[in-house]
């Protein structure tokens, strides 16, 4: 069974509840199962599903857990040599291909799933400019940085991402700390737009956002790995910024 933390399953669930009850009935499911091999009989405490070194142990395990919230398919052998176009592929059949966005969550980039994002809705492209270039010291003229999305909601909002690449991550954070620095805190205002699954088992980045989160207080982070985070930012862009026609 795949960790609660695996991209796959965020790939189909639509909040943290859902992969909690996951998680529950994971932990429940194996616990039955190491203990039930201490036994001939199969029990473990008050639950008895069937004695683990029966033929048909399986389709007792599929049977009790029928019309629960986590439920079991019928078993089918599947013999492959590409295990992720497998997954892939019965993903599509069970799941559905329009309710599948696998791209996102395994190659996709936060810039790139937010440009997606932000390409397919049209009250979204009408507010938001990508790669605006930023002048952030008047008197240098020459100094210009990139910013991958903005708009203006009587100031100007800067989102910028993070990439992917932890070896870059000095990059993004001097960045984001200069824009941060020296951009007006009245006319303007940062987001910063990243993956928590980009980062699970690199602590430094974690740091480094909660540095940020603590010496500026006015800066807005946004884990789009959570579908809520990302619905209600471009709640607000709709309803809140300019048509980017009608700014002057």
């Not at 980045?205 to 603590?214: A, D, G, P, R, V």
Request: include cysteine.
């Amino acid at each position: 069974m795949l960790d609660e933390r695996s991209n796959k399953l965020k790939a189909i669930m639509n909040n943290s509840v859902e992969l909690e009850i996951y998680k529950s009935y994971k932990d429940m499911i194996e616990f039955y199962l190491k203990k039930s091999k201490e036994d001939i009989s199969g029990i473990v405490g008050n639950v008895y599903v069937g004695s683990y070194y029966e033929e048909d142990f399986l389709e007792k395990i599929i049977d009790y857990y029928t019309n629960k919230e986590l439920s079991f398919s019928k078993i089918n052998v599947a013999f492959t040599k590409n295990e992720k176009n497998l997954f892939q592929t019965l993903l599509k059949r069970y799941i559905g291909e329009c309710n599948v966005d696998i791209e996102k969550t395994t190659t996709m980039s936060a810039k790139k799933y937010m440009k997606q994002i932000f390409r397919q809705n049209e009250n979204l492209k009408k507010r938001i400019k990508n790669d605006m270039l930023l002048k952030p010291i008047k008197e240098l003229d020459d100094l210009e940085i990139k910013i991958d999305f903005s708009f203006k909601n009587g100031k100007w909002n800067y989102m910028q991402t993070i990439s992917n690449n932890t070896n870059r991550a000095s990059d993004w954070f001097t960045k984001i700390q200069f824009i941060l620095d020296e951009t007006n805190k009245e006319e303007s205002k940062v987001h910063l737009l990243y993956k928590e699954s980009d980062f699970l088992e690199d602590k430094g980045t974690f740091h480094l956002l909660e540095y940020l989160k603590n010496k500026y207080s006015t800066l807005e982070i946004h884990n789009i790995d959570k579908k809520t985070n990302v619905e209600k930012l471009c709640n607000y862009i709709e309803t809140e910024a300019q048509v980017l026609e009608n700014v002057v």
